[in-house]
C-alpha cells in the first residue's frame, strides 16, 4: 500500500519547537508459516519478505518500492545511521530515484526489520516483519511465578522528512518537485511484562525522540521528544505470537504485534504501525521495531540490570 507523505506539516512543529539474492536461508515472510501465522497486513503493508545475514552484514528487501515483481533489492549497510541496538540500511539507485532506509536486528535467530522509502511526490511505502527460527518454547512458569519482563531499545521509521545526509546528490538545475526524502526515524526505549502463566503482556515505549529535517534552516536535524506509547494488555497464542492496540492515553493510535523465539522465549520480536500520534503533526504516520532479551537471560539487555526478576 503507498501511503501519504507527511512533508508540508512538519515545519509547523520545527517552528514550535542492484536486484538478486544471495543468501540460501529463508527469507523473514510476511505471509507467515504454520508455525507463527501470518504478521498482520497492518503491519507488514508493502514489505514482502526481508532476509537478513548478521554474519555478512547483508539485507535483501522484496517490496517496499516501486517493483510489481518479486525481485529483492540488495541495500547498502550504512554504520553512520545505526541507533542503538539495531543496524541500519539504505538503497537509492539514483539521485532521482525514492530513497529507503531499513532497520533490522537478529538474536539467535529471532528478528525483526522495518523499511521506509523517504516521501517523494506525495507519497511513501514501508513495512514491517519479525520471526523466528524453530518453534515456540515457553518460558517455564515455576511455583513462585511466570511473570518475565523484556526491556531494551526501540528504533522507528515515519512518513516525515528526516536528514538528508544518505541522499545521492541531487542534480543542480533539476527542479525541486523531483527530489526524493529520507525517512525521519524515532529512537526511544521499549518495556513489557509478560506473564507466562495467564499467556498476557502489556508495555511501552518511552523516551521517544523524533530526529527531523530542518534543512530550510541549517541542512541539519532538530530532535524533538513526542508522546509515549502504550501497549494495551493481550493475549499471547499458542504459537508464541500476538497482536494488540497501541494507544496515546485512552485514545487508539495503533496496532502492535510480535513472537517470541530462542529457548525459554530467551528472545521477543515485534512490531507497531502508528497514525495520527504526533499531536502538532498531521497525518503522520510510523512503523516501529524491537528485539528484546529476557530480563535475567542469557540475551538480556542492559536496561535490564535495574530490574529484580
Given at each position: 500500500m503507498t501511503r501519504l507523505f507527511s512533508g508540508i506539516a512538519v515545519l509547523a512543529l520545527v517552528a514550535a519547537c542492484g536486484d538478486g539474492n544471495p543468501f540460501t536461508a529463508p527469507p523473514t515472510d510476511t505471509g507467515g508459516?504454520?508455525?507463527t501465522g501470518p504478521i498482520p497486513a497492518v503491519l507488514a503493508s508493502d514489505l514482502d519478505s526481508f532476509t537478513y545475514d548478521p554474519t555478512t552484514g547483508t539485507l535483501v528487501v522484496t517490496g517496499v518500492s516501486l517493483d510489481e515483481d518479486a525481485l529483492g533489492s540488495v541495500y547498502r549497510r550504512t554504520p553512520g545511521l545505526d541507533v542503538p541496538g539495531y543496524v541500519a540500511f539504505t538503497a537509492q539507485d539514483d539521485a532521482l530515484d525514492q530513497h529507503a532506509t531499513a532497520y533490522v536486528q537478529d538474536i539467535n535467530g529471532t528478528r525483526a526489520g522495518i523499511m521506509v522509502t523517504g516521501g517523494q511526490f506525495g507519497t511513501y511505502n514501508g513495512g514491517a516483519a519479525y520471526g523466528r527460527e524453530g518453534g515456540y518454547s515457553p518460558h517455564v512458569v515455576t511455583g513462585e511465578s511466570g511473570l518475565v519482563t523484556y526491556e531494551g531499545d526501540y528504533v522507528g521509521l515515519t512518513n516525515?522528512?528526516?536528514?538528508?545526509?544518505?541522499l545521492l546528490p541531487f542534480p543542480d538545475g533539476r527542479?525541486?518537485?523531483?527530489?526524493?526524502g529520507q525517512a525521519a526515524k524515532v529512537t526511544g526505549k521499549i518495556f513489557f511484562n509478560v506473564d507466562f502463566s495467564d499467556n498476557t503482556l502489556k508495555g511501552s515505549i518511552y523516551e521517544r525522540q523524533l530526529d527531523l529535517a530542518d534543512s530550510q534552516l541549517t541542512g541539519g536535524a532538530t530532535t524533538v521528544a513526542v508522546a509515549n506509547i502504550d501497549f494495551v494488555p493481550t493475549t499471547i497464542d499458542g504459537n508464541g505470537t500476538f497482536q494488540?492496540?497501541?494507544?496515546?492515553?485512552?485514545?487508539?493510535?495503533?496496532?502492535y504485534g510480535g513472537i517470541f523465539g530462542g529457548t525459554e522465549s530467551e528472545v521477543m520480536a515485534g512490531a507497531v504501525f502508528l497514525e495520527d500520534h504526533l499531536l502538532?503533526?498531521?497525518?503522520?504516520e510510523e512503523y516501529g521495531v524491537w528485539v528484546l532479551g529476557k530480563c535475567g537471560g542469557p540475551q538480556a539487555g542492559a536496561p535490564c540490570t535495574d530490574v529484580d526478576d
Amino acid at each position: 500500500m503507498t501511503r501519504l507523505f507527511s512533508g508540508i506539516a512538519v515545519l509547523a512543529l520545527v517552528a514550535a519547537c542492484g536486484d538478486g539474492n544471495p543468501f540460501t536461508a529463508p527469507p523473514t515472510d510476511t505471509g507467515g508459516d504454520p508455525t507463527t501465522g501470518p504478521i498482520p497486513a497492518v503491519l507488514a503493508s508493502d514489505l514482502d519478505s526481508f532476509t537478513y545475514d548478521p554474519t555478512t552484514g547483508t539485507l535483501v528487501v522484496t517490496g517496499v518500492s516501486l517493483d510489481e515483481d518479486a525481485l529483492g533489492s540488495v541495500y547498502r549497510r550504512t554504520p553512520g545511521l545505526d541507533v542503538p541496538g539495531y543496524v541500519a540500511f539504505t538503497a537509492q539507485d539514483d539521485a532521482l530515484d525514492q530513497h529507503a532506509t531499513a532497520y533490522v536486528q537478529d538474536i539467535n535467530g529471532t528478528r525483526a526489520g522495518i523499511m521506509v522509502t523517504g516521501g517523494q511526490f506525495g507519497t511513501y511505502n514501508g513495512g514491517a516483519a519479525y520471526g523466528r527460527e524453530g518453534g515456540y518454547s515457553p518460558h517455564v512458569v515455576t511455583g513462585e511465578s511466570g511473570l518475565v519482563t523484556y526491556e531494551g531499545d526501540y528504533v522507528g521509521l515515519t512518513n516525515l522528512p528526516g536528514d538528508e545526509t544518505d541522499l545521492l546528490p541531487f542534480p543542480d538545475g533539476r527542479n525541486e518537485a523531483l527530489r526524493p526524502g529520507q525517512a525521519a526515524k524515532v529512537t526511544g526505549k521499549i518495556f513489557f511484562n509478560v506473564d507466562f502463566s495467564d499467556n498476557t503482556l502489556k508495555g511501552s515505549i518511552y523516551e521517544r525522540q523524533l530526529d527531523l529535517a530542518d534543512s530550510q534552516l541549517t541542512g541539519g536535524a532538530t530532535t524533538v521528544a513526542v508522546a509515549n506509547i502504550d501497549f494495551v494488555p493481550t493475549t499471547i497464542d499458542g504459537n508464541g505470537t500476538f497482536q494488540g492496540d497501541a494507544r496515546i492515553g485512552q485514545d487508539d493510535k495503533g496496532t502492535y504485534g510480535g513472537i517470541f523465539g530462542g529457548t525459554e522465549s530467551e528472545v521477543m520480536a515485534g512490531a507497531v504501525f502508528l497514525e495520527d500520534h504526533l499531536l502538532e503533526i498531521e497525518n503522520a504516520e510510523e512503523y516501529g521495531v524491537w528485539v528484546l532479551g529476557k530480563c535475567g537471560g542469557p540475551q538480556a539487555g542492559a536496561p535490564c540490570t535495574d530490574v529484580d526478576d
